[in-house]
């Protein structure tokens, strides 16, 4: 069962526009929304997050939205820089008692193009 | 500031061998996950050690074991291996609890193919 979805396996943007990424989820115990940025060859890089009793969090370029009620997140970017182009992963964190657990989706690869 | 290391980058193994991966936390952690991800796949979680205990397990079968040591170092065993395990194995470390407030800092994984 797939607790963390991205839809879109990929997304093109021009240089300078706003990248719009989108995940749902499943899970009502997610306590934190997690982005991780991959490039090839590299580990993911965290990106920001947001607890789930915020609805926004920003850090620069970077803005998380969170739904709650739409069980549902988006990472903005803006504006849209060429080293941007990499895959971003959603996830969710989860604390079960004795750990914490994180769930990642599948992916979204972001293309910036000139 | 040494990230999070693992060793091997890559490796090739036959099928019903058994391996054997390695991981050096950040410096300052004390917690190590273990992460799978297939081709195409976002990473899955395998299980995480802390204390040198396994705290959390995810869904995978008893073929996967690991261990922590006192300098919070780990190691990833998989037995039995079988084609469907090649993937590339992440190790994540955190100081204890990890949230969105103590992301996971991730290595570069290990690439694991078995033919």
């Known amino acids: 069962d797939q607790q963390v979805k991205q839809n879109s396996p990929s997304l093109s943007v021009q240089e300078g526009r706003i990248s719009i990424l989108n995940c749902d989820y499943t899970?009502?115990?997610?306590?934190?929304f997690l982005w991780y940025k991959k490039y090839p060859a590299e580990g993911p890089t965290f990106l920001i997050s947001?607890?789930?009793?915020?609805d926004k969090n920003e850090d620069g370029r970077f803005t998380v939205f969170l739904n709650k009620s739409a069980k549902h997140l988006s990472l903005h970017i803006v504006p849209s820089q060429p080293g941007d182009s990499a895959v971003y992963f959603c996830?969710?964190?989860?604390?079960?008692?004795?750990?914490?657990?994180?769930?990642f989706g599948t992916g979204t690869r972001l293309q910036v193009t000139l | 500031d040494a990230g999070v290391t693992q060793s091997p980058t890559h490796l090739i193994k036959t099928r019903g061998q058994q391996v054997t991966l390695r991981c050096s936390p950040k410096?300052?952690?004390?917690?190590v996950s273990w992460y799978q991800q297939a081709l195409g796949q976002g990473p899955q979680f395998i299980f995480q050690?802390?204390?040198?205990?396994?705290?959390q397990r995810g869904n995978f079968p008893d073929r996967f074991s690991g261990h922590q040591f006192p300098n919070y170092s780990s190691e990833l065993n998989v037995n039995a291996l079988l084609l469907g395990d090649s993937a590339l194995y992440l190790c994540?470390?955190?100081?204890?609890?990890?949230?969105?407030?103590?992301?996971?800092?991730f290595g570069n994984g290990t690439r694991l193919t078995v033919t």
């Open positions: 994540a470390s955190s100081l204890g609890h990890a949230t969105g407030n103590s992301p996971l800092h």
């Open positions: 899970n009502s115990m997610f306590d934190y």
């Open positions: 947001i607890s789930s009793i915020k």
């Open positions: 996830a969710a964190t989860e604390y079960t008692g004795t750990a914490s657990k994180l769930t």
């Open positions: 410096s300052g952690h004390d917690t």
């Open positions: 050690y802390y204390e040198e205990e396994e705290r």
